[in-house]
Every structure is written in C-alpha cells, then in structure tokens.
C-alpha cells in the first residue's frame, strides 16, 4: 500500500559523521531522489541502542533495513535470524557464512589508495608523503596499505625514493589521533607530517581530515596537498574542494543504492558486495582542480594500474 | 550520688534526646514537589528550544507523547527504562559512595570500561564453567578489575597527594588507548573479525533476559537485581558499617576523622576501591547483560552520565536509583521520541541538564514557581 | 643541617629531607639503568633534529647526536643520583630530579631517533598551539576557583566558544565570531555564577550541568540544523601572522612568533591575568574572596558581585578559548569537538598551583607530550601507537604525583558564601 | 561620636539572638559586654557594624538614625569591628590585610604596596604595635594577628571600635600590651566595645559593662560598683565558684614518659628539640607557653597525630613512640583536640554520630562490620545527660550546637570511655564562666580517679588553677619546672620562663 521505505541505522557516529554513516545515507538518499522511495533514519547514542533501534523499525514499517559499520554485525544477525523475512544489508561489514536475508556490503580499498600512492608518489615534490588514521583497525589501515604499497610501486617503477611517513606495513604501526571527531587533532597531525616534509598527506579519520584540509588551505597547494577519503571530498567539503589532489572513493552510497534497488525490484538475495575497482565500489575520485597539474603520462600509468589490478597482473602489497 | 528521682528524671532527658525529628514540610518539597517542577520546567524549555530551531508545533506535541509513552507508556517501554537505568545506577553508587568519602571520581568511565572487558575476558576464556558460577564470577572479574583500576588514583592520592580529578582524567584517556590496545591482541580479538571486536560472551556467563518468555525484545535482564541488590549494599555500607563511618567522616571532615584516628590514606583507597568496583560491575552487567562483547568505546559516555546521576541523587543511594530510572526513562523515551517525531536524540541530552539544573537549584524552581511553595519564615535562611 | 651534625644521635633522626633524597637518589639511579640498557643506541648510530626548513630566512643546521649521548646520559643520571643518595638533601634534590628528567627524555628522543631524523623546531611549534586551549582552559579555571567558584563547565564553555565562533563566524566574518564566543562563553561563566552564587547550587553539579547542557544542545543544533544548512558552519580562521624580524629567528621565531592569534592571545591573557591577580587592587580582592570571603565581606568587598565578575571572565577567556577550535584551526564545528580538553584544562590548574603561569607552564608540558607522542609514532618506535598515543597523560599523571605532591587551592573553594 | 542601638531585634530561624536590645556607646569610653555562650553579643555587634541586618530596631549616630547596607557602609560611618573568629587571609601580608578594601593604587589599578606599607609603619608607631608589615599571616604569632585586626581598624580611621573577645587568645603579657594600645586609643577619645568572658578584664579596663543574657540586657553598671561574682551571677543566673575544687594530688605510676623526643618539619628544622617529659597517674601537668613554641607538636606527638624523628614515647610501660592514632586511644589515651571545629567534630554530623567518632568500631558499638546504632544513640543520649550538653535531640547536627555545647560534647566523648591518660589542649578556649567551670571540675575528676592529665593551655591562669606541676615550653624545648601544688608556683616566674628568660639556663 505505502511507498517503498528503506530505513537506515547509525552508528553512533551519527548521520552527519562526513563518513560512513552520511556516505550510506546519501544512497538512501540518492534512491529517494531516484526511484521515489520513503526514506528514514535513526541515530544510535550508544551500542546499546543497536538493538533497540533496528527492534523499532520492525513490523513492517521498512522494506530493507540498513546498518552502518562493523560493530553493528551483531545486532543485526540477531535481528535478523529472528526476523527472515526482513531484507536487511550491512554496511563495511561481511558475514561468514552468509545470511540469506543480509547483504553484507565490503570494499577492496586499497585498491583505490594504490592508486593515489602511486599519483602522489608521482606529483610530490619533496619526495615525502604522510598519511594517519584514527584508530589502528583494519578498515581504517587498509587504506593506508594500498598508499603506502602504491607509492613503493612508483618508487620501483620509476626508480624514486619517495617515503611515506605515519604507516608501516610491516609492523602494521603508524600515527593514529585516537579518535574520529577532533577536527583540530587532523590539523595537528597534518601539521606534523609537513613538519617532516611531507607534502601530500592522506587523511583517514572522516571528519578529522577536514582539519587538514584547512591546514592545507591556510599553507596554500603549493606546499600541502589533501587526498580524501570515503566520497569525494570535493563534494563534501565543498569550501575547500582546491586543496584535494584526488579522494579514494569508497562508494558506500553506490551499493547502498544498489541493494535498495533490488530489493525493490525482488531480486534481493542475502550474500556478500565487494566494492573494487572492476565495479566502481572503489575507484579515484577525478583531479578536479588539478586536473591539468598532473602530468599526462603519469595519468597514463595510473590507468594502465588499474586495468593490470583488474585483470589480476597486478598484486597490491607485492 | 543519684536518688531515684534524680535517676527517672535522666531517663526522662535521654527519651527525648533520643525522640527522633519529625519530617518536615520542607523535607517533602525539596523530595517530591521540587522535581515535579523540575521535569515540567525542562521539558517546557525544552519545547522552546525545538520551537526555536524550527521544529513545528504538532511535531513538539507528539515528541513529548513519544517520550511518555517511550519511557513508561508500556511494557517495553518500562523494561527498556530499567535496562539503561542498570549500568547507570551501579556507575552512579560508586560515585555518590565517592562523593561521601570526599573523591570526587571522574575515572567511573574507564574504570566502567576495563571492567566491563575484563568480564568479558573471563567469561570467554572459562567456557567450560557452568550458569550461574561463570555469571558470577564475570561479574565479580569485572568489579575487581574495576576496583583495581581506580586503585592506582586513590594509592597515588593517598601516597603522594596527586589530585583524583586529575589523575582520574587522565586514567580515562589512558583506558580508551589501552582498550583499543587490548582489542587488537589475537587472544581476545574475535576469530574470523578485523575490526575491534572482542569475543563473546558465553551463554552460562551471560545475565539472562527476564522477560523473553513473554516477548523476545524485552531486554530487561537479571542485572536490575543486581542493580537493587548494590543500592541496598551501598546504603548499607554508608550508613551501617563501620567502614562507611570512616567513608563519611573522611568526606566530611578529614582533619576530624584523623585526629578520631582514621587512616586517612586507608579510607581513600578503600573508597576508590569500592565505587570502581561498582564502575566495574556496571560496565560487566552491560557486557553480560545487553552487549555480549566488548569494543571501543561501548561504555558510552555512562561513566560521565553517572556524576550527573550521583550529584542528583545527592550521593543518596536512594536518590541514586530513583536518578537513574529518571534518567533511564529519558534515555528509552528520548529513542522513541526519535523514532515518532524525527526530533534528534541530542534533546535528551539538554532536557537531561535542565531538569539537574531544576532539581539541584531548588531555589530557583522556587523563584519560578512560587506559588508551589509555602513562604519562608522571614529571618530564615534567606 | 647544623643540628644534624652537632648531635651525636645524628643517624637516629628520621629526617624527611634525607629520605626524600635517598628516594630522588634511588630514582636517579633507576633512570640510569633504564637509559643504559632499554634505550641503548650503538655508538655509531647518530640522531638528527631539524632545527630549520629550507626556505627559512635563516637557516640553522641540523643538530646531529652521536649514539654516545645515551652513554654519556646513563653516566650523568648515575652520578646525580650515587650523588643524591650519599650526600643528600638541600636545594640540590628538586634540581638534580629536573636535570636528571631532562636527561631522560634527550636520551629517549636519541634512542628513537637514532638512524633517522625529525623537526625539533616543528615539534616544539605544535607544543606551543596544543597547549592554546588547554592554557585557556586552565586560566578560566584559575580566575572562578581564585574566587573560590570550582569550574568544571570548562569543557562546556569550551564547546559553546567553538561553537559560537564557527556558527557566528560563519555569519559575521572571523572577527564578528570571535567576539561573540568570547561573550557567549563569558554568558555561561554569568549563568554559572548564577547558579552557584545566587541560587546556591553544588558548584559542581552546576558545572556538570553546564557540560551536558552545551553538550546537548551544541550536538543538537549540528544534527537538526546544520547537517541540512552546511554554510552556517563554515567560517573563515584566523591565519598565522609572523611577527616581522622576531618571526625570522630559527626555533624561536616559529615557536613563538609566527602564530595566530589565540597563540599570542593565550600568552597575552595570562601576563594580564597574573599581572591583574598578583599586583592590582582587584586582584587582591578577589584573592581575599577565595581564601576567607567573610575577611572581604567585613572590609565592606562585595563578595557576591566578585564572584560574577570573575566567573565571568572566566567564560569569556574560556569562550576564547574554545574559538580557538574553530577560528583558529578548522573553520568547522563538530559534535563535541573539544573532547575533553577542558577537563585537562582543569588539571593544569590544578597541576600550575592556581596561578596563571603553572596553568600555561602545565599546558605547555601537556601540549610537548603531545606532539612529542606524534613524533614517536612518525619514527617508527616498537611501541604500539595506542602506548604512545597515552603518553602525554601518563606523563600528566607521573608529574603531578611525583612533583607537585599536595598543592593547595583557595582555602574557600568549592564553598558558598551565604550573607545574613 | 556616640552610638545608639535601639530596639535591636534579630532572629536566626527559631533562634532569638537579640530580643529588643538598648545600648549606648560613647566616644572616650570603653562598653564593656559580658555574656554566656551565645548570649547574642556577637550578633548585636555584627549588626552594629552592618554585616547582619537586625530585624527590628535601629541605630542612631550621633542622634541620627542610619542604615547600613553591609559592613561597607559601617565602615563609612566609621565602625570598625575585630571579629571574634580572625577575618585575616592567611597567604596574605599584613599590609596587604589592612589595606584591602581601601588599597592605595597607582595607574592602571597597581596595588601601590609600598605606600600600604609606609601607611602601616605609621600606625605601627602611632599606637606602638609593632607589626612586620611584610609578614604572612600565616608566619604570625596569634597575639600579632591580634594586632593586625586592630590595625586594619584603625587603618579605616574609625571612631568607634568593637573588639569581639580579642583577649581570648593572648598570653597574659600580651594581655597587658593590648590594654595599654586600647587605653590610647581611648585617649584618643574613640569609643570602644569590649567583649570577653574574662571578668577580671572586663573590670580592668571597661568605664562601663552591659551584660546580656538570652538575647537581652540582663544587667548594666560601672566597674567600681562590681565584682567578679556579681558579673558572673548576672551572666549565668546563678553562683559561680572560680577556684577550682582540687584536693591534692597524688601521683602514682607514671602513665606517659617521653625521652628526648625530636620532630622535624619538612626543612629539618627542629619543632620538638629533645622533648623529655613524665606525667604520672593522678596528676595535672599543666604545659605553659606562648602559642607557637612547640606545644601542638607535643600534643601531636603524644597522640601519634605525626611521627616523631627520634626519642622514645611509652605509655603506661609501652612503648608507642611509632603506634597509631586509635592504638593509642584504644589503650586509654583520651584527647580534647585544640581547634575543636577543625579537628574535634564533624559539624554535618549529627550529635550522636560525633560521640563515637574514635571509639565505633568498639565492640561497645560495632555488631560485626556494622555499627549498632541503636547502642550509639543510648550512649550518646547518656553521654549529653552526663555532660550537660544542652541540646533538644541527639540527631541534630553538631554543627547547631553552641560552642559551650559542642566543646562539652568532645570532653564527654573522650572522658566517659575508660581512660588512662588525658591530653586537653586548650580545653576551655572562647568558652563561658558556667562551662568552664563544667569542664575544669571532668578534669579534675578524670584526675581523682586515676588518671594521668596533661593539659595544654595558653590561659595561664587555666593553668595556675588546674595544674599541679608546670610545664614551660620555648621554642620547642621545656625550658622550666614549678611546683604548684596547692598554687604555689610564682605566677611571675612562670611568665618569665614563658617569654624565653630560661632560655640560658636550660640549655
Ligand atoms: N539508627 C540510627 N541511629 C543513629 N544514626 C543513624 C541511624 N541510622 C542512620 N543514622 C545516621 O543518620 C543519618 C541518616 O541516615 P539514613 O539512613 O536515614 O539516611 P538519610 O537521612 O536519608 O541520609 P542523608 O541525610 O545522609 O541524606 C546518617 O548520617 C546515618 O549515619
Ligand atoms: N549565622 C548564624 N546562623 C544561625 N544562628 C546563629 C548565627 N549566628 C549566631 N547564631 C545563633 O545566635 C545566637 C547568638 O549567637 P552569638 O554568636 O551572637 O553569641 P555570642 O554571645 O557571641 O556567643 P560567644 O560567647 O560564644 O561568642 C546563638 O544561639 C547562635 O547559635
Ligand atoms: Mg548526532
Ligand atoms: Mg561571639
């Protein structure tokens, strides 16, 4: 009878965290605008409104229901074991055996950050890059893998000594804020690594890396350049779209769309979205403002990066 | 030296001495008519400020039905109230028991949350233990590793004099880094899982859900007699035992209680002790009880919430249980409110001051309403 | 010391400046040990600090530390410490300790550095804004408990500073911002004096209140409103400004002369404020309100009214502070964004003795662990970034059990004062 | 300039301090006025100096009528007023406590300390006061600090002074130095009021005394028509007797013997300097001293309230030089602290909480971990019966006791247990005739039954009356021994060993 609902859960992040849960609701949006669908949200204070929360969405009020982060995995299989009839996706999250009526949505991100190592490693001019993140948890290092892996590659391909500062691979160790809503602690951190020569630096904390993109905005391109994360940051934080080089693109909103789209269309089935490169979960953002800075061939090579780790010739963290 | 007479007119002195006071009228407006103004005076401010960032007025009407009916308006709702007010209660002794004993404790937060692991650890490592044994046992793993924690504040001020405010501050930033530390270790990091997620916790070590016979989704568990059983035990040791004699001597008057003989440095840490044991069985009763697991951050801000609790339960722990099923009210209320009306859940937060405000600063219900009240005898305490 | 000498039962007394000593000499030596095998560096090995970047005025060259230091470090450290046990006591205790902690962090930066380099001028430049909100928070502090008004609502005027500056900045320009957090913030310190002063409220349950209120509302207003009206919160900050010649001095010139304005402001505020308590006639008077306000009240000082100033004040400075945030970093306010810098604010005062100058002197320490701990994680140490990441608190908690010991606040604080 | 009250009337709640007061004060003249504990002479002359409002009544300067809106405005009219409780902020100098309110300032609100200080050495030597201008608070004797509320007065130029029990902390030299600055002040023809409870004071120096009694005027009339028994009649209602009732002594075992006892502060300096002193059972040892040479020290070494560096400490054959505050109680050592607001009670607590804070964890008391409040408040109840504390309910907070009141209720607490040996420090400080008397007659009594007492005061005549042998301590050593029994230690003597005269001889 009614119109389609897609209902979304946080995190406790909230919607307006400029990541995850704001990227998941711009698919929900962007199928509201679409496909003429209801949309609504409920924001999570706490872990423990999880469960209250998604118990609150159910008897029928939403068509699909979906949940933001890994820490919502639990909560959400219970709900729906207990409730199989109810689609349900998950955001960054991926279940092992799968559930049939969850859709777990992941990323192969460091794909894309292999990528914008490789760009960076060939637009830096002090031979240094830096990166940092929020907390040492995988969805967060994966990005700084692939940029630490892709600007080694440049360094073998070209023969360069670019250096990234604030991630180790090996040791899996590097420069975090601790958190993912101290704008100034992103300023703070992007203040160090340029300190240390660093004049691309990758952000990966959400809203904390706004606060390096003011600090990019006040020293000028020249000296400091931001590569975004999650969605275009351009589009994000539009006031200072000129200091990004590029962002990696981590589509949430893209597969978000995508399930409510099938959902609508019953073709849902429960299982597992892996966003990669080959289709467009993942990918680099366009260079937008320098757009004619960066070099033609250097943007050859970066295509021909991506069609090898498409076809496979190429493995990251070779 | 003392005839009879003299004697009867001693017992006679005594049996009034001992006549206890009779409770006053002053005593039931401060306790029952202050907070009725209090929650009426937030909320109607609270609509000022909905009205003020654009919100419509049926939508300001119904949020406010949401918040009843969410709170209190039905079984769920009571049995959500009472399962936030659990963790909050427990957190909310131990501080108020602080407060008595003269600390002012702000590491409830960390010490809710290494407690809360630490129960979360045992149970999964003794999977073998049987019900009620490891139920137990996690619980009494997570108050001791509580009570453990906010030890290290109360030997520093009892050694060295280090302030509590400061170095329990300081405890909570250090808790949240070493819980993300302690998440990552492959013995307590779930198989199978990347992200900070401990393992679970096992069936036997959990609280288990009183309810669930009569509808799955009430959560309500077994820790609301725990949480009853502390507000007994804290009264009991404030104000029967000998220890809490020393607790509220201590808080009272220091130079006092030394010169009666008190150790000092003891009584600190003892006290730190117990109220971070009390953090500690909070954060366990939220792991075994309601999350399963531990992770970053599941501590949610209750430690903090937990003073607020505490001040306005005025360190009774009486006041303390009713604090936090108002507060636990809200909370449940304040999602359902969420979910009717669309009004962002931060309102409770600025509902939640004002009503403190209003109940803290009786006199200024007072000036608001005074009508309410019976005038003051003139000369009295202005 | 004479007494000791002259009596024959010298060995008997149990004085306390003898054990304390032998307790500063047995740290001594256990820093030595510590240094001499945990941060051992091969002799071979050299650390480099950066004193300038290459496109300074004037360029200093790099300060290159042989791995030798740390031997030479441990030897110090033993001697100080062999020293302090035998001989004992006097002023030399307090000093030795601060030489010998001194020594302690020089060989561990060597150790870490050992092979690989970093910018000590950078490091010292971002000790200097970290410690910007945290210094301000502390001097708020300093000015309500020097009338004996405990202020736990920093954090709160804090956030409400931030918040007016980015939403006010956003409409008004930078300045426009500033003044408003500066008088928003100064209208918490008035509505906390209120309550506390005429309404009689716990302090600190009246500034636990504060906290959650701007919390709340704070939070509230971001989700509701600005989430949809992104240009409300978007302000334009304020750059650094290099003081021309003082700006172009190597490591001095960037720590303290090419900063914006909150950094100078921070500096400004706290001569003012020690200038204002210790030497002028409101200060003394609101000293006297602290420490006995029944003294000030006979003397015909009208305690209520002092107490509202200062408390006042105290929001104003913090209201500064807090814009700080957002005018002088990001341009952007975000729920909750001063994350507790307010409370380490308080414990800077606590930490500076109630005096503007240890406020600032306790935030610099806090703001050094701080970028010394980004430092760290930038050099690739073996330790977890999440033990890094605690240094700087755990540095907190280490100073001020072992250096300050008992530190006195105003003997009123925390009291209403009630008039008949 | 001439002052009247007229009519004065103020109410704390139920309490009627004042009730209808009339009162002439003159200038020239020193009003002095008596009463007991909480007799309302404090109140009266707060309000007199425009810290409290009375709620009727009003007062007239020279003849015409003001209202003072808070002690600002009494100060304007010329009203200075020593408050019984020192309203000096310890951290700070003495010029820098007479000048608040009324700093001298240069450009830019810079407190001109140096005129402050100038301005203070010329009524330091107009009224010959001799106060260290630069001198903390704190650093200060109590006798200076005296001083230094007169200074602050004067500093204000007022016409007419109310000093509030200004005496009740002097040692009898001091005494005789504050009269000499009160009488040129009288000849530089200010009014003064003189509150004490110290009759012969009051007769020494007042042309004219008020009593008062409940809150009103109970008696009035000059020094030359008076004595102390009528005083005190008149204050208290009934008799009084002053010499306290002693037989004898007869000393037995010793209960409490310290050998070259030595206390350091934190900079090594000595505050006990080889302490050596014996109290027998059934003896008073009085220990005579200026404040601040050492007696607090003793008193805490004795409890065990601070470590001592070095010497022997043995009670009763024990040796307790390094056991704790509650060993040594619970071995029969009683203590009447010497600030009984800081260190003896607490004033949130109720009555009944109060008389077992050392003593609750007795199994008199104590059922288990618990407390067994039902025998504490029995005891409690028994204990005020005993000791006449005046008070409608032992669940009261101590802190609405009087002073009289509640320094009865610390006596009662430490005397009624089973005790050995009795530590009084300052027992009767800013108490009446009528419970001085009370609690002068318990020592006594602990002392016939056997106990050893050691009673620290800087009252020397509290000390000629009680004591039988007498201590003089200085600087932190016992620089002389008298004999009093039956009072015949040379009261001169004494005050000479107190001002430091032995000094030489005892080394
Ligand atoms: N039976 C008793 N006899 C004497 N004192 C008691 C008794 N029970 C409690 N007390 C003391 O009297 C006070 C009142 O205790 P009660 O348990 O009634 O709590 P309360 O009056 O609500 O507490 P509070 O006044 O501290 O908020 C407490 O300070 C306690 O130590
Ligand atoms: N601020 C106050 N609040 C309530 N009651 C008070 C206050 N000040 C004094 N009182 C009461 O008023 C009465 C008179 O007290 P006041 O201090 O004037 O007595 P006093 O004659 O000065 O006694 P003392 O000799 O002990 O100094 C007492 O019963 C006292 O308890
Ligand atoms: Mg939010
Ligand atoms: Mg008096």
């Known amino acids: 009878a009614s119109a389609f609902t897609a209902c979304q859960v946080t995190d406790t992040g909230g919607i307006d965290d400029a990541g995850f849960n704001q990227t998941a609701w711009k698919g929900v949006q962007d199928s509201m605008a679409e496909y003429g669908i209801e949309g609504r949200f409920l924001e999570s204070q706490a872990e423990a409104d999880y469960e209250a929360n998604l118990n609150s969405l159910l008897g029928g009020a939403c068509d699909v229901i979906i949940t933001v982060g890994f820490l919502m995995g639990d909560a959400t299989a219970t709900s729906a074991a207990a409730n199989p009839d109810q689609k349900y996706s998950i955001v960054d999250y991926a279940y092992d055996p799968t559930i049939p009526n969850v859709v777990g949505q992941v990323y192969a991100t460091d794909q894309a ?26 969805p967060v290092t994966v990005f700084m893998d692939g940029f630490v892996h892709g600007a080694n590659h440049y360094n073998s391909v070209h023969g360069t000594d670019v250096t990234v500062l604030g991630w180790n691979p090996e040791s899996q160790e590097g420069l975090f804020t601790g958190n993912f809503d101290s704008l100034d602690d992103g300023r703070a951190f992007a203040q160090n690594l340029y300190d240390e020569g660093a004049d691309i630096i990758m952000p990966v904390a959400g809203p ?83 757009e004619d800075a960066v070099p033609a061939e250097l943007k050859a090579e970066i295509e021909e990066i991506k069609a090898a780790i498409i076809d496979g010739s190429l493995t990251i963290g070779g | 030296m003392m005839d009879g007479k003299d004697l009867k007119h001693v017992n006679e002195d005594m049996r009034k001495l001992l006549a206890r006071a009779a409770f006053g009228r002053g005593d039931f407006e401060d306790l029952f008519v202050v907070p009725v103004f209090a929650v009426v005076a937030a909320l109607v401010l609270g609509a000022v400020i909905m009205l003020a960032t654009g919100v419509d007025l049926p939508t300001i009407g119904q949020s406010f039905v949401a918040l009843a009916v969410g709170s209190f308006g039905s079984l769920n709702a009571v049995s959500e109230t009472l399962t936030a007010a659990i963790p909050l209660v427990l957190a909310g002794l131990g501080l108020g028991l602080g407060f008595r004993a003269g600390l002012f404790n702000i590491g409830a937060e960390g010490q809710l949350l290494l407690g809360g692991t630490a129960a979360v650890i045992f149970t999964f490592s003794f999977p073998s233990l049987p019900f009620p044994v490891l139920m137990i046992f996690g619980l009494l793993a997570g108050a001791l590793v509580g009570a453990a924690y906010a030890s290290i504040a109360g030997i520093l001020k009892a050694t060295t004099g280090a302030h509590e405010v400061i170095s329990t501050i300081m405890l909570n930033l250090i808790s949240f880094r070493l819980l993300e530390y302690i998440l990552r270790q492959p013995y307590i990091q779930r198989e199978g899982r990347s992200d900070p997620i401990s393992k679970s916790v096992p069936e036997a070590g959990q609280l288990p859900r009183l309810l669930d016979w009569f509808d799955p989704n009430l959560r309500l568990h077994a820790g609301v007699f725990v949480m009853l059983l502390a507000v007994v035990f804290v009264w009991w040791l404030l104000f029967r035992s000998k220890i809490g004699f020393a607790f509220r001597a201590s808080g009272a008057n220091p130079d006092a209680a030394r010169y009666a003989g008190m150790r000092s440095g003891l009584v600190i840490v003892a006290a730190m002790a117990t109220a971070g044991a009390l953090a500690g069985l909070a954060g366990a009763s939220q792991v075994q009880g309601v999350l399963g697991r531990a992770s970053p951050g599941f501590s949610a801000q209750m430690g903090f919430d937990a003073i607020a609790l505490a001040l306005l339960g005025r360190s009774h722990p009486v006041g303390i249980l009713f604090a936090g099923i108002l507060f636990g009210g809200l909370e449940a209320g304040g999602r359902q409110m969420q979910v009717d009306a669309g009004v962002s859940i931060d309102l409770i937060g600025i509902i939640q001051a004002l009503i403190i405000v209003f109940i803290a600063a009786p006199l200024l219900v007072r000036a608001i309403f005074p009508w309410g009240f019976r005038k003051e005898t003139k000369g009295g305490k202005a | 010391m004479s007494a000791v000498t002259t009596d024959t039962s010298a060995e008997k ?73 035998l001989r004992g006591g006097g002023r030399w205790t307090s000093l030795s300790l601060g030489i010998g902690i001194a020594l302690v962090i020089m060989a561990f930066l060597v150790w870490a550095t050992a092979g690989k380099s970093f910018s000590l001028t950078g490091m010292l430049q971002a000790t200097m804004v970290r410690a910007v909100p945290i210094a301000l928070g502390g001097l708020a502090g300093v000015l309500s408990e020097r009338v004996a008004v405990i202020n736990i609502a920093i954090e709160g005027m804090l956030l409400a500073g931030a918040f007016t500056g980015a939403l006010m900045g956003s409409l008004l320009g930078g300045w426009g911002g500033l003044v408003m957090a500066v008088l928003v913030g100064g209208m918490f310190g ?17 500034g636990v209140v504060i906290n959650l209120f701007v919390l709340g509302l704070t939070s509230y207003v971001t989700s509701q409103v600005f989430a949809e009206h992104r240009y409300l919160n978007n302000a334009e900050i304020f750059r650094s400004w290099k003081i021309p010649i003082l700006g172009d001095i190597p490591v001095l010139g960037p720590t303290l002369f090419n900063q914006n304005i909150f950094v100078y402001g921070a500096l400004i505020l706290v001569a003012v404020a020690t200038y204002y308590l210790f030497h002028t006639k409101g200060g003394l008077r609101a000293r006297a309100v602290g420490e006995h306000p029944r003294a000030a009240d006979t003397l015909g000082v009208d305690v209520y009214f002092t107490r509202y100033l200062h408390v006042t004040l105290a929001g104003m400075v913090a209201g500064f502070g807090g814009a700080w945030f957002t005018l002088g970093s990001v341009g952007r306010f975000d729920e909750n964004m001063t994350g507790g810098r307010g409370f380490i604010g308080l414990a800077a005062m606590i930490f500076g003795r109630w005096h503007p100058v240890g406020a600032l002197s306790a935030a610099l320490i806090f703001g050094f662990a701080d970028s010394l701990q980004q430092k760290l994680a930038l050099l690739n140490t073996p330790i977890p970034s999440e033990f890094l990441a605690m240094a700087p608190y755990i540095a907190t908690i280490i100073v001020v059990a072992g250096l300050i010991g008992k530190a006195r606040p105003p003997a009123a604080d925390g009291r209403p004062y009630v008039k008949e | 300039m001439d002052v009247e009250l007229r009519g004065i009337t103020k109410r704390f709640g139920a309490v009627v301090a004042n009730d209808n007061v009339n009162m002439v004060i003159r200038g020239g003249e020193v009003l002095g006025l008596l009463g007991e504990n909480g007799a309302g002479k404090s109140t009266m002359m707060n309000i007199l100096s425009g810290l409290y409002s009375p709620d009727e009544g009003e007062i007239l300067i020279d003849g015409k009528p003001v209202s003072f809106d808070g002690p600002g405005d009494g100060i304007a009219a010329g009203i200075g007023m020593v408050h019984q409780h020192f309203m000096l902020v310890p951290v700070f100098t003495v010029a820098e406590n007479v000048v608040l309110g009324v700093e001298p300032t240069k450009r830019l609100g810079y407190l001109d300390l140096k005129k402050a200080r100038a301005q203070v050495d010329e009524i330091n030597k107009k009224y010959g006061l001799h106060v260290p201008a ?46 000499s600055i009160v009488r040129s002040l009288k000849e530089a023809g200010k009014a003064i009021v003189f509150i004490t409870h110290k009759l012969h004071e009051i007769l020494a120096i007042s042309d004219r005394i008020n009593v008062l009694r409940q809150g009103r005027i109970t008696g009035e009339g000059v020094p030359e028509s008076l004595d102390e028994a009528k005083l005190a009649e008149m204050m208290v209602g009934r008799p009084v007797s002053f010499t306290v009732d002693k037989t004898e002594a007869n000393p037995g075992r010793a209960m409490l013997e310290m050998t070259d006892v ?16 014996t109290v027998h059972s059934g003896e008073v040892v009085g220990v005579a001293g200026v404040q601040g040479n050492g007696q607090t020290e003793l008193v805490e070494a004795i409890t065990g309230l601070e470590r001592v560096a070095s010497g022997k400490i043995i009670f009763d054959g024990e040796d307790i030089t390094h056991a704790s505050v509650r060993e040594r109680h619970s071995r029969g050592m009683a203590h009447i602290p010497e600030d009984r607001h800081r260190d003896g009670m607490i004033s949130t607590f109720t009555i009944a909480e109060n008389m077992v804070l050392n003593s609750y964890y007795e199994p008199a008391f104590a059922r288990g ?11 409690a109840a028994k204990y ?8 409608p309910s032992v669940f009261l907070p101590a802190g609405n006791l009087s002073g009289g009141n509640q320094q009865k209720m610390v006596v009662a607490r430490e005397l009624e247990r089973q005790t050995k040996l009795v530590i009084a420090s300052q027992p009767t400080r800013g108490l009446d005739v009528g419970s001085i008397e009370y609690i002068h007659a318990r020592l006594i009594e602990a002392r016939d039954e056997g106990d050893g007492v050691l009673i620290v005061s800087s009252e020397l005549d509290e000390i000629m009356g009680l004591a039988d042998r007498i201590l003089v301590m200085f600087d932190g050593r016992i620089v002389a021994e008298f004999d009093n029994t039956g009072g015949k230690a040379d009261r001169n003597a004494v005050g000479l060993a107190m001002a430091g005269a032995h000094e030489g001889a005892a080394a």
């Open chain 1, 113 to 138: 950050a292999f990528l914008a190592g490789y760009l960076a490693a060939g637009m830096t001019e002090t031979g240094v890059l830096g990166t940092f993140g929020g907390i040492n948890i995988p």
């Open chain 1, 208 to 290: 904390v890396g706004l606060g390096s993109a003011s600090l990019a905005n006040e020293l000028g391109t020249d000296e400091l350049k931001i590569i975004g994360v999650d969605a275009d940051q351009t589009q994000t934080d539009p006031d200072r779209a000129h200091v990004y080089l590029t962002s990696v693109l981590k589509r949430m909103d893209a597969t978000v769309q995508a399930v409510i789209k099938a959902a609508m269309d019953d073709t849902f089935e429960g299982g597992l979205i892996v966003g990669t490169l080959e289709n467009g979960g993942v990918g680099l953002a366009p260079f937008h403002s320098f």
């Open chain 3, 13 to 85: 007394i149990a004085s306390a400046k003898a054990r304390q000593a032998r307790i500063t000499g047995g740290i001594l030596i256990g820093l030595s040990l510590l240094v001499l095998f945990l941060l051992d560096v091969a002799a071979s090995e050299v650390a480099t600090f950066k004193l300038s970047r290459p496109r300074d005025a004037w360029v200093l060259p790099d300060l290159v530390v042989p791995g030798a230091f740390n031997t030479i470090a441990a030897a110090l450290l033993a001697f100080l410490g062999v020293r302090q046990f």
């Open chain 3, 190 to 206: 008035m509505i906390l004096a209120a309550l506390v002063v005429t309404f009689r409220m716990d302090q600190i349950i009246a």
């Open chain 4, 134 to 179: 630069d001198a903390l608070i704190e650093d200060l004797p109590v006798g200076i600090q005296q001083r230094v509320e007169i200074l602050k007065v004067l500093f204000r130029e007022a016409d007419v002074l109310i000093l509030d029990e200004p005496t009740a902390v002097l040692t009898p030299q001091e005494v005789e130095d504050f009269f």
């Open chain 4, 262 to 277: 030595i206390m350091l502060d934190d900079a090594d300096e000595r505050l006990l300097d080889k302490v050596s002193l």
């Open chain 4, 369 to 379: 971990m618990a407390i067994d409040w039902a025998s504490v408040q029995k005891t």
């Open chain 4, 384 to 391: 005020c019966v005993d000791f006449d504390v005046r008070t």
